[in-house]
T-cell receptor, first 117, second 113 residues
């Protein structure tokens, strides 16, 4: 069965600090996909990144970076030099290759990040 | 932004009444999904569609039904609403097989009193 664990329920940091959000997943499939979404206070879900199980390269996008390690089943997300606008709930999600081709996502329970000015 | 519109955005209804939520897309994506978001649970899949008139159950499908008669519309129906169905409902769309990225609508806040 699939499972995504985000053990950090809430994190508070002071602006300009770096912060890492942890994500650990479980799956029996060899082909799977990992995602991060951001949910700001306004409530919408914003796609941040997608990774497939065959690509373990770390990715950097501006102040955001992601560390994917299959050996530890982790897909952690780091924000460098945090800003107040980064305050949001962040969700990690997993999908497996479904027979229908659909992308059924299994979400973690989210980490609420508060950046204090 | 992906062209996804959910309606209504907010609704209050009484226990036992039927409720239908609508998701409309302008992206011509094949796959559509309904999720619910509850505190402590993240988002959970209710039903999804992989084509017109092709639907299947998700993790928390009890008490819900769906229909998709056109590519652009995916309806979620609560046949007889219960207080446990008070939640925020999100529609999503994706294209491509397997790991196609899902883009979400703005959400519908449903309160069952």
């Amino acid at each position: 069965a699939q499972k995504v664990t985000q053990a950090q329920t809430e994190i508070s940091v002071v602006e300009k600090e770096d912060v890492t959000l942890d994500c650990v997943y479980e799956t029996r499939d060899t082909t799977y996909y990992l995602f991060w979404y951001k949910q700001p206070p306004s409530g919408e879900l914003v796609f941040l990144i997608r990774r497939n199980s065959f690509d373990e390269q770390n990715e950097i996008s501006g102040r955001y970076s992601w560390n994917f390690q299959k050996s530890t089943s982790s897909f952690n997300f780091t924000i460098t030099a945090s800003q107040v606008v980064d305050s949001a709930v962040y969700f990690c999600a997993l999908s497996e290759a479904a027979k229908t081709g659909a992308n059924n996502l299994f979400f973690g329970t989210g980490t609420r990040l508060t950046v204090i000015p | 932004d992906a062209g996804i519109t959910q309606s209504p955005r907010h609704k209050v209804t009484e226990t036992g009444t039927p409720v239908t939520l609508r998701c409309h897309q302008t992206e011509n994506h094949r796959y559509m999904y309904w999720y619910r978001q509850d505190p402590g649970h993240g988002l959970r899949l209710i039903h999804y569609s992989y084509g017109v008139k092709d639907t299947d159950k998700g993790e928390v499908s009890d008490g819900y039904s769906v229909s998709r008669s056109k590519t652009e519309d995916f309806l979620l129906t609560l046949e007889s609403a219960t207080s446990s169905q008070t939640s925020v409902y999100f529609c999503a769309i994706s294209e491509g097989t397997g790991g196609g990225t899902a883009f979400f609508g703005q959400g519908t806040r449903l309160t069952v009193v």
